[in-house]
């Protein structure tokens, strides 16, 4: 029987361990501060892979951001709504959530992606993009690379991930509709025995 976990049971697994290793990674917090000098108090913003709610949608609340979060695990739904009550946090799916409202003013999606297969990821982009209100922005990060179901060992668990190159993240926001202001990549290295050091990948985007 294979020993490779779903998303959610790895991250159900991880709980707030995740936060202990990768809660304070500084592209992720430049991107918040990019992102919240931007937004006007009220916005609308949905955070895709919401984890514990730190350091995401804590940065959104105090910015006075009315937060949705959503993440496939429940441990991490209950955690977060443990750590940031003024925000709303659901158990769903990125592949299948349907959002309510029109639009938000802001899509957030911190390393929400790695773990389904490469067409996955693609759709995954051009439904989160097109919950993006006009004049709204959308910012994410991942590990980029032209990476199709590759089984690895991470923090402790067998995983089968998957991810698009640099160019193919950029040509996919563009394509559904998105003007790229800014990316760049920056190497992590975790104090963690378990992890290993990572490639990120930021994207800052808004929706003319
Ligand atoms: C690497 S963690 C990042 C958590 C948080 N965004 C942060 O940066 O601290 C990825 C999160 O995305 C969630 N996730 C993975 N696949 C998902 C999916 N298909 N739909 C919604 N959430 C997902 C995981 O459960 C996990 O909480």
Do not use: N
């Amino acid at each position: 029987m294979s020993g490779r976990k779903s998303a959610a049971e790895v991250f159900d697994a991880l709980g707030e361990r995740y936060e202990d290793v990768f809660g304070r990674v500084p592209g992720q917090l430049a991107a918040l501060q990019w992102l919240t000098e931007r937004l006007p108090r009220g916005a609308r913003v949905l955070d895709v892979g919401s984890g514990t709610g730190r350091p995401t949608a804590e940065a959104l609340v105090r910015a006075g951001c009315a937060v949705t979060g959503i993440d496939v695990s429940a441990a991490m739904v209950e955690l977060a709504r443990a750590r940031v009550p003024q925000a709303r946090f659901e158990q769903a799916d990125v592949r299948t959530y349907a959002p309510g409202s029109a639009g938000f003013d802001a899509v957030c999606a911190f390393f929400p992606l790695l773990v389904m297969d490469q067409p996955e990821v693609a759709e995954a982009l051009d439904r989160m993009a097109s919950w993006v209100a006009p004049g709204g922005y959308f910012v994410m990060a991942t590990v980029p690379g032209d990476i199709r179901g590759l089984d690895i060992e991470w923090m402790g668990h067998e995983v089968t991930v998957s991810s698009l190159s640099t160019e193919d993240h950029l040509a996919r926001l563009a394509d559904a509709g998105l003007e790229v202001l800014h990316h760049h990549t920056a190497l992590f290295r975790p104090g963690d025995a378990l992890a290993v050091p990572e490639e990120h990948l930021f994207c800052y985007a808004r929706r003319p």
